[in-house]
């Protein structure tokens, strides 16, 4: 994946963010912001399959990859913030914000903030609540991403054996260079993820603070939701985008459409070469037609 560029741009007095860019076509600029433990690079097999047609950022938002670590500040409207002022500071116009998970989320609150300022959003497995009456705790359907954050792998490999070897995602060959990019050296020996614990737990409540009718009600911008219909993790019978949601979304948002994405689950959706080629099958069409 040596194509992208790094880039920095600091967004407040104590926090920096980290970006990875795809100089590429002149169809527009794509903005990417990943999930509650993830990184930019989570986005490297989307960027490859966009890149000869628009430029792609992707960042890493306050707390994860090799952007600032600060100790408070990890509500939706501090993210929102943060993706506003990176946005200004590049003097990107009219993005089309990507998302996925909480990255969904942070994409549709500053959309909410900024009315008219995107030109487009996907949200991926992410960006809208589970209906009440399907008696789904958001809070739980993030709980489990959080589990890694407290372990210690003896090397490199051990902590990217999990993902290596992960039969629910069944990842792409690029795994080792997405969380190559995550592993971080510590100073007593031993490999932990980048993402620090205090943004992770700090965003714990966002699902449940999230104010959807202020982010998303009566929104004309086109807006696609790819939904993985399988478990977040199997045997949870989590479902981060349930069938009932696709009324919702209607509902709030009259210039939206929802595709199911093949067989994929919350993490094959993005990690998985067919479940990447089953999103951008339904992303390039609807970005042309923006």
Request: net charge negative; charged share 20%; proline share 6%.
């Amino acid at each position: 994946m040596s194509r992208f560029r790094d880039g920095y741009v600091q967004v407040s007095d104590d926090v920096t963010l980290h970006y990875v860019r795809w100089p590429g076509g002149s169809k527009g600029t794509v903005v990417c912001i990943h999930g509650i433990t993830a990184n930019c690079h989570w986005w490297d097999l989307f960027a490859e399959g966009l890149r000869r047609e628009y430029t792609v950022f992707a960042i890493d938002v306050r707390g994860r990859g090799d952007s600032s670590k600060p100790e408070t500040g990890f509500t939706l409207d501090d993210y929102a913030g943060d993706l506003k002022r990176f946005l200004d500071k590049l003097n990107i116009a009219a993005p089309i914000l990507m998302g996925h998970s909480m990255g969904a989320f942070i994409a549709a609150t500053f959309m909410g903030q900024n009315r008219g300022r995107v030109r487009a959003a996907v949200m991926v497995d992410g960006g809208v609540l589970p209906p009440a009456e399907s008696g789904l705790d958001p809070t739980e359907m993030i709980k489990a991403s959080l589990a890694r954050l407290d372990q210690v792998y003896p090397d490199l490999d051990a902590y990217l054996e999990p993902w290596r070897t992960a039969t629910f995602i069944r990842p792409s060959a690029f795994v080792d260079d997405i969380f190559t990019f995550d592993a971080m050296e510590l100073p007593a020996g031993g490999v932990q993820t980048k993402a620090s614990k205090a943004a992770a737990y700090g965003t714990l409540s966002m699902l449940t603070d999230y104010q959807q009718d202020a982010a998303l009600r009566g929104d004309l911008t086109p807006v696609l939701f790819l939904r993985a219909p399988q478990p977040v993790v199997p045997g949870s019978g989590i479902v981060m985008i349930p069938e009932a949601a696709i009324t919702t979304i209607a509902e709030l948002l009259p210039n939206s459409a929802v595709v199911t994405v093949g067989d994929t689950n919350h993490y094959s959706i993005m990690l998985n070469d067919e479940g990447v080629a089953g999103c951008l099958e339904a992303i390039k069409p609807f970005l042309a037609a923006t």
